[in-house]
Nanobody, 126 residues
Framework: QVQLVNSGGGLVHPGGSLRLSCTAS????????IGWFRQAPGKQREGVSC????????YYSDSVKGRFTMSRDNARSTVNLQMNTLKPEDTAVYYC???????????????????WGNGSLVTVSS
């Protein structure tokens, strides 16, 4: 059994930055594909970024590419999401997730999520 604990988030002005973290216990995150997903009020959940297991290069959705940076520290079983140049449309609850399987074309296309984090609220507002 894996537990994922989200931390970070909060309220920031447009153009500001926040950092989210996701720490795993019970297993090493290196054994999973890891993704960040977000859900804004009244909207469907959206994939933000992900690492496929064994691949050091993260994938980003077009909506965050160039502004967000995902990193992972397998030794600490932690993944981070550095979010810069935040926009009001980035407002959402952000979740990390660990999963075994995805289908092409990228690692955001998961086939069942094994474990979800508890979520972090990010609010971008002036």
């Amino acid at each position: 059994q894996v537990q994922l604990v989200n931390s970070g988030g909060g309220l920031v002005h447009p153009g500001g930055s926040l950092r989210l973290s996701c720490t795993a216990s019970g297993d090493n995150l290196a054994n999973y594909h890891i993704g960040w997903f977000r859900q804004a009020p009244g909207k469907q959940r959206e994939g933000v970024s992900c690492f496929s297991a064994g691949n050091p290069i993260p994938y980003y959705s077009d909506s965050v590419k160039g502004r967000f940076t995902m990193s992972r520290d397998n030794a600490r079983s932690t993944v981070n999401l550095q979010m810069n140049t935040l926009k009001p449309e980035d407002t959402a609850v952000y979740y990390c997730a660990a999963y075994r399987t995805y289908r092409g074309p990228n690692c955001l296309n998961y086939v069942g999520i094994n474990y979800w984090g508890n979520g972090s609220l990010v609010t971008v507002s002036s």
